[in-house]
């Protein structure tokens, strides 16, 4: 994501990455990913995928706070 972000504004990324301590020595629960995404009758779904979604963010921020 920071990749995607770094191409669509034209700038490096100040990156500070932390480790947990707990996931190092195992004490964590480990994350279950999933594929599954809310939809039926909720009406919510995916309409973009991740690069498309942050290309329009983009936008839309730079161009709410330059007006």
């Known amino acids: 994501m920071a990749g995607i972000l770094e191409d669509l504004l034209g700038r490096k990324a100040k ?8 996931c190092r020595t195992r004490t964590c629960p480990s994350p279950k990913p999933t594929s599954a ?14 690069a498309t ?15």
Request: avoid cysteine; aromatic fraction near 10%; charge should be positive.
């Open 15 to 22: 990156m500070n990455v932390v480790t947990l301590r707990a």
């Open 37 to 50: 995404w809310p939809t039926g009758t909720s009406g919510i779904g995916r309409r973009h995928d991740l």
């Open 53 to 67: 979604g942050l290309r329009k963010f983009v936008k839309w921020y730079v161009e709410s706070t330059t007006a």
